[in-house]
C-alpha cells in the first residue's frame, strides 16, 4: 500500500492535528519536554511508504523516548505493533488522559480509533531486562522491531544498542535533525542531503 484510503488520511490527520494543537516545546515552565510534531512525522512516513521503506499493518515500531505516547498513537494505524519506553512516569502520565480526549473527538467525528497494538512501557530503553519484558508480554524481541524512533538527545546512545541488537536493515528515526546530519557507526544514512520535512533524519541499519 503506497497511498492511505480517504477515511484513513482523514483520520490521521485529524490525530496530528489534535495531538499538535497539545505541543510542549522550548519555552514555559516545561520547556525541557519536546514534543514531536505529528504533522511532520505523518508526511515524512508517507514518503517512507513510497519508497517502500514502511510497510502498513507489517511493520514494528519502538519508540525509545515516547513521553506521552503521541508518536505511538499515530503509528498503531500503520504499523502491526506500536511500542513505546518513557524514563519519566510523570510523562507518560499524560497518555491516559489525552487518549480518552482524542477517542472522544474521533467518535465525534466518526472516525476511526487507534488500533489496539498500543504497549507503553516506563523505564530506560538501555534496560536490557525491559526488553525482556516487552518480550514476555508483547511476544517481540528487540531484534524483530524493523523501526526505531527517538528525539535526537540520546540518539548515539540508542544507535549502538540498535547496531548491536536489532536486525540487518532497521530503521532508525530520529526527530530534531536540521542542516547538520551525523554519521553512526553500523548505519547507512538514507537522507544525506537534508531530513525529512526538514527534521527527521533516517537511517538503516547495515547488514
Not at 52 to 72: I, T
Request: aromatic letters at 10%.
Amino acid at each position: 500500500m503506497s497511498q492511505l484510503n480517504e477515511a484513513l488520511e482523514r483520520t490521521l490527520l485529524q490525530v496530528a492535528e489534535f495531538y499538535d494543537g497539545r505541543k510542549v516545546g522550548d519555552a514555559g515552565h516545561l520547556g525541557f519536554r519536546r514534543s514531536s510534531d505529528l504533522s511532520k512525522v505523518l508526511s515524512s512516513l508517507k514518503t517512507m511508504m513510497r519508497q517502500g521503506l514502511w510497510e502498513p499493518e507489517k511493520s514494528l515500531f519502538l519508540d525509545m523516548g515516547c513521553a506521552d505516547g503521541r508518536v505511538n498513537v499515530l503509528m498503531s494505524y500503520l504499523a502491526k505493533m506500536s511500542v513505546g519506553i518513557e524514563l519519566d512516569d510523570w510523562t507518560l502520565d499524560d497518555y491516559a488522559p489525552l487518549r480518552k480526549e482524542l477517542d472522544g473527538l474521533l467518535a465525534e467525528k466518526r472516525l476511526l480509533s487507534p488500533s489496539n497494538n498500543i504497549f507503553l512501557y516506563h523505564g530506560d530503553s538501555m534496560d536490557e531486562s525491559l526488553h525482556d519484558r516487552i518480550h514476555r508480554e508483547t511476544g517481540v524481541r528487540f531484534d524483530r522491531f524493523d523501526v526505531f524512533y527517538t528525539y535526537l538527545t540520546m540518539m548515539e546512545e540508542f544507535a549502538e544498542l540498535i547496531v548491536r541488537k536489532a536486525g540487518p536493515g532497521a530503521l532508525f528515526m530520529v526527530y530534531g535533525l536540521e542542516k547538520i546530519l551525523p554519521r553512526l557507526d553500523g548505519f547507512h544514512l538514507l537522507t544525506p542531503e537534508r531530513p525529512l520535512e526538514g527534521i527527521i533524519a533516517l537511517y538503516r541499519k547495515m547488514a
